[in-house]
C-alpha cells in the first residue's frame, strides 16, 4: 500500500462522515448489563490513568475559570492536556458525562489491535455492511488490520467498524463491545461505557456511547505512548486502500481542521443527532511534546472552530516553555 500512489479511475471514493441515523439494536440484556456496569462506574472513584486530578464544581464539572487558557468555544465540555508535563491547559466541563458518537470508533480499534494478531485479515461480511453508509466494503474481502483501522477511522466508517468488532468477538458484536468496556474501566475512564462499537446513537433518545473529554484525553495518551500506528492514518487527508485483490477506494479524512493543526499525532470525528459534533486530537507542541484537545458536545462545523483555536492558544501558551 502506497498513500501517495495516484488514485486509478476504477477506485471507489469513500463519502465523508456517515453517522446520523440509527444502529442495529442491540439485545436487551447486554443493555441492562452496561447500564448495571454504568451505575457501578457512576459510583468508582477516580484514580489513575496519567491526568492530573481537576478541582471539580458540585456537579463534577471544572470551569474555564481554572484554566491557564481563557478562550470562548461552543462546546458542551472540552480539555486541553500536556501530556508531557501532565499539566490541563484548559478545562471546561470535563467530567460531564456525554455521547461520544464516532470517537468510539478509537477504543474499538484499540481493542481490535490489543485482541488480534499484527498480520490478521479481516473478512467482510453481510453483516458488518448493515449499518448506515455505503464506504466502499464489500462482502468477502479480506482486509489486513491496520488497513481497515484506516478505512475506518479517517472516513469514520460504520461498516468498517462492524467488520472490526466482529472480528474482534469472533463473529459476534457483543463480546468487542464488552471488551471496550473492559478496557476503559483498565484505563480508568470512569464516565465511559459503550453499547455498540459504531458510536450512532441507538434511538432518538439513547446514544450508542458516553463519555467525558477527562476520559477521552486518557485514551489517547494511552494510545499515543502504547500503541501509536492507530492513529497513524488520521494525519493524512486521505488515503488509498484496498483489500486482499480488492478494487481500491479512497478514504478521505472527515477533519476538516486537518491543516491547521501543525505536528499532527492523530484525531478522530464523531457526529451524531444526540452527540452535536465531537472532535478530538493530539499534536506535538514541540518534538516529544504531544498536547491532546478533546471537544465534545459543539456542532458539526463549530467543532473544527474550537479545536483551532484551542491549539492555537496552546500553543501561544506554551511559547515561553518551548
Not at 496519567?50 to 464544581?57: F, K, N, Q, V
Not at 499525532?265 to 443527532?273: A, E, S, V
Not at 506535538?284 to 473544527?304: K, M, N
Request: net charge negative; glycine share 10%.
Amino acid at each position: 500500500m502506497n498513500p501517495n500512489q495516484q488514485q486509478p479511475q476504477a477506485a471507489q471514493q469513500i463519502p465523508h462522515e456517515r453517522e446520523l441515523g440509527p444502529a442495529l439494536p442491540m439485545p436487551m440484556p447486554m443493555v441492562v448489563t452496561l447500564v448495571f456496569c454504568l451505575a457501578l462506574l457512576g459510583g468508582a472513584l477516580w484514580f489513575g490513568g496519567g491526568l492530573p486530578a481537576l478541582p471539580d464544581t458540585a456537579n463534577q464539572t471544572a470551569s474555564v475559570a481554572q484554566s491557564i487558557i481563557d478562550v470562548p468555544i461552543q462546546a458542551r465540555a472540552a480539555i486541553v492536556y500536556d501530556a508531557k508535563t501532565q499539566r490541563v491547559l484548559f478545562a471546561k466541563n470535563v467530567n460531564a458525562q456525554l455521547p461520544l458518537a464516532s470517537l468510539t470508533k478509537v477504543m474499538l480499534s484499540l481493542v481490535a489491535v490489543e485482541t488480534l494478531q499484527s498480520d490478521a485479515y479481516v473478512q467482510i461480511t453481510p453483516e458488518a455492511l448493515s449499518a448506515e453508509g455505503d464506504t466502499g466494503l464489500r462482502v468477502g474481502e479480506n482486509w489486513a488490520l491496520q488497513d481497515l483501522i484506516d478505512a475506518t477511522l479517517i472516513p469514520s466508517s460504520n461498516d468498517g467498524a462492524q467488520a472490526l468488532a466482529f472480528a474482534t468477538g469472533n463473529g459476534d458484536m457483543a463480546p468487542a463491545v464488552s471488551a471496550m468496556n473492559k478496557r476503559a474501566r483498565e484505563l480508568a475512564m470512569t464516565q465511559t461505557y459503550f453499547l455498540n462499537p459504531t458510536g450512532l446513537d441507538e434511538s432518538p433518545t439513547m446514544a450508542g456511547a458516553f463519555g467525558s473529554a477527562r476520559d477521552y484525553a486518557k485514551l489517547l495518551s494511552y494510545i499515543i505512548e502504547r500503541q501509536p500506528t492507530v492513529l497513524d492514518g488520521t494525519t493524512r487527508d486521505g488515503m488509498l486502500l484496498a483489500s486482499e485483490g480488492g478494487t481500491p477506494i479512497t478514504a478521505v479524512n472527515t477533519n476538516e481542521a486537518l491543516g491547521q493543526i501543525p505536528g499532527l499525532i492523530g484525531g478522530k470525528t464523531g457526529l451524531t443527532d444526540l452527540a452535536g459534533g465531537n472532535l478530538a486530537v493530539a499534536f506535538d507542541a514541540d518534538l516529544g511534546h504531544p498536547i491532546i484537545i478533546v471537544v465534545l458536545g459543539s456542532t458539526q462545523e463549530g467543532r473544527f472552530d474550537d479545536v483551532r483555536v484551542l491549539v492555537r492558544s496552546a500553543r501561544e501558551a506554551l511559547t515561553p516553555a518551548l
